[in-house]
């Protein structure tokens, strides 16, 4: 990666060297769609972005609603959305 990279500090004051915290599902669809940012992936999916920002957290689960909306958009099979959706909730 030659851009810098964005650091920040999380909740627990840990520094994070990822724009965003790493999530399967997520980084597959911008890769492999094309998708530039968490924004324009909530356009295409037609959901707010806090709804991505949740799941990429870990605060929430993705949901058989947001599973079903992935698949009509990407064509993926539903099997392989749910193996790239292990459950991430941190308590």
Excluded: C
């Amino acid at each position: 990666m030659t851009a810098e990279v964005k650091k920040r500090r999380n909740r627990k004051g840990n520094v994070a060297t990822l724009e965003n915290w790493p999530h399967p599902l997520l980084d597959a669809m911008r890769r492999e769609m094309g998708w530039s940012s968490d924004g324009v992936m909530a356009e295409e999916l037609d959901v707010f972005r806090s709804v991505l920002s949740k799941i990429r957290h870990g605060t929430n689960q993705v949901s058989a609603e947001m599973i079903l909306k992935v698949h009509k958009r990407t064509g993926w099979p539903v099997e392989r959305i749910e193996f790239l959706s292990v459950p991430q909730v941190q308590s």
